[in-house]
């Protein structure tokens, strides 16, 4: 069985551009989550989706941070514009359901802000 | 809101010692969820444990082995004659039953196991 799949796997941009991140979720999950991990830190919940529908995403900086997930599989999420505290590996990961469910992750973004 | 706490930040061992890594845990629900993911220099959080807040067995697999203790709210992972691909940052995470999955991480703990 496939995992969950992230592209680009590294990006480096300049602050005020704009980037974007792409994944795609276990076959058959309905619940697909964005995570911010800056380095030394554990991950932090961007938001999260339950197929095309968003179930929390109070933790997004709605300002320059926006994502979607249109036909509930793929999703992707955008940063415009970019700042130098955005430097951090953006993890996307998927379960079966929302509730308990274990999640399973991808190999994540390594995204450097100059 | 919940909270998972890794009072370890660092742990250096050398190739056979058994360590053992904490985590302690709040929350106000009483059905919830507690994992251990394993972060190696790769990057990608490797699941390792799922355990529900009703099952207080202790598991073992292999090598591993883990404590759960609501008493203490405590979720203690050991690893038994380490070895040095266990060198990875450990995660401890929980998430709420009534709070849609929202997992929350501890800071980690960096195990180094030397030859």
């Known amino acids: 069985e496939a995992g969950v799949a992230q592209s680009p796997r590294y990006k480096i941009i300049e602050k005020r551009q704009s980037v974007a991140f792409w994944c795609n979720p276990i076959?058959?999950?309905?619940?697909l989550y964005w995570y911010q991990q800056i380095l030394g830190q554990g991950p932090k919940l961007l938001i999260q989706f339950q197929n095309n529908g968003v179930v929390d995403d109070s933790q997004l900086p709605k300002d320059r941070f926006s994502a979607e997930r249109l036909k509930g599989v793929d999703s992707t999420l955008k940063i415009q514009p970019a700042k130098l505290e955005d430097s951090a590996v953006y993890l996307c990961?998927?379960?079966?359901?929302?509730?308990?469910?274990?999640?399973?992750f991808g190999p994540g973004t390594r995204l450097l802000v100059l | 809101a919940q909270k998972v706490t890794q009072a370890q930040t660092e742990i250096s061992v050398v190739e056979k010692e058994d360590v053992t890594l904490d985590c302690v845990y709040e929350t106000r629900d009483t059905t919830y969820y507690l994992f251990w993911y394993k972060q190696p220099p790769s990057g990608e959080l490797v699941f390792l444990i799922r355990r529900n807040s009703f099952d207080e067995q202790n598991e073992i697999s292999g090598r591993y082995s883990w404590n759960f203790q609501k008493s203490t709210s405590s979720f203690n992972f050991t690893i038994t004659a380490s070895q040095v691909v266990d060198s990875a940052v450990y995660f401890c995470?929980?998430?709420?039953?009534?709070?849609?999955?929202?997992?929350?991480f501890g800071a980690g703990t960096r195990l180094t196991v030397k030859p």
């Open positions: 990961a998927s379960s079966f359901s929302p509730t308990g469910e274990t999640q399973y």
């Open positions: 076959s058959g999950h309905a619940t």
């Open positions: 995470a929980l998430s709420e039953f009534y709070n849609n999955n929202d997992m929350r």
